[in-house]
Antibody, heavy 118, light 110 residues
């Protein structure tokens, strides 16, 4: 049973870079096609941030593309998200997830709350 | 503002049947299958319905989905108190080249 676990700082200063990891357990990161990141601001809906293939190919939401970098570390069986130049609007719960087709994501991490504040 | 449109709230009494609707366009629902997620307070979304009407293992058959054109619906029959949650529709979108979501419908069991 594949499980995902996000980790990273819960507080990031404005204009700095948000960095999160998603550890994959119970399976290999290379066994699935794509791995995705989402976020959900407090009291709001879900927003797709982007996805990456285990080979390193990426596909980002155009609204965030200029600030987002995703990468994979096969030795640690995890993938990462970096979002630079953060503002208050980036305050959200961040989730990693595994898709099995289109917009169907069957496995999600528990989510990690990131607050942008001075 | 979400790409897919959902009513912000819905309600029903125990045992009742409730329907939640989701509308999109030809670039998303009109072209791709629809998925539904249930999100209980403080938890991650859970895939409830995939490919318009497929229930993943463990999802009760009280939950069903349908799609017609660029709109979709989630039906919950025999409503139970534990069904109180936020429900989101999602579909792939050609413009975004990624998944888009509805704004979510908060279901209250009266």
């Amino acid at each position: 049973q594949v499980q995902l676990q996000e980790s990273g700082p819960g507080l990031v200063r404005p204009s700095e870079t948000l960095s999160l990891n998603c550890a994959v357990s119970g399976g290999s990161i290379s066994s699935n096609n794509w791995w995705s990141w989402f976020r959900q601001p407090p009291g709001k809906g879900l927003e797709w941030i982007g996805e990456m293939y285990h080979s390193g190919t990426t596909n980002y939401n155009p609204s965030l593309k200029s600030r987002v970098t995703m990468s994979v570390d096969k030795s640690k069986n995890q993938f990462s998200l970096k979002l630079k130049s953060v503002t208050d609007a980036d305050t959200a719960v961040y989730y990693c997830a595994r898709p099995f087709g289109g917009a169907a994501f069957d496995i999600w991490g528990q989510g990690t709350m990131v607050t942008v504040s001075a | 503002q979400s790409v897919l449109t959902q009513a912000p709230s819905a309600s029903g009494t125990p045992g009742q049947r409730v329907t939640i609707s989701c509308s999109g366009t030809s670039s998303n629902i009109g072209r791709y299958t629809v998925n539904w997620y249930q999100q209980l307070p403080g938890t991650a979304p859970k895939l409830l319905i995939s490919s318009n009407n497929q229930r993943p293992s463990g999802v009760p058959d009280r939950f069903s989905g349908s799609k017609s054109g660029a709109s979709a619906s989630l039906a919950i029959s025999g409503l139970q108190s534990e069904d109180e949650a936020d429900y989101y529709c999602a579909a792939w979108d050609d413009t975004l080249n990624g998944p888009v979501f509805g704004g979510g419908t908060k279901l209250t069991v009266l």
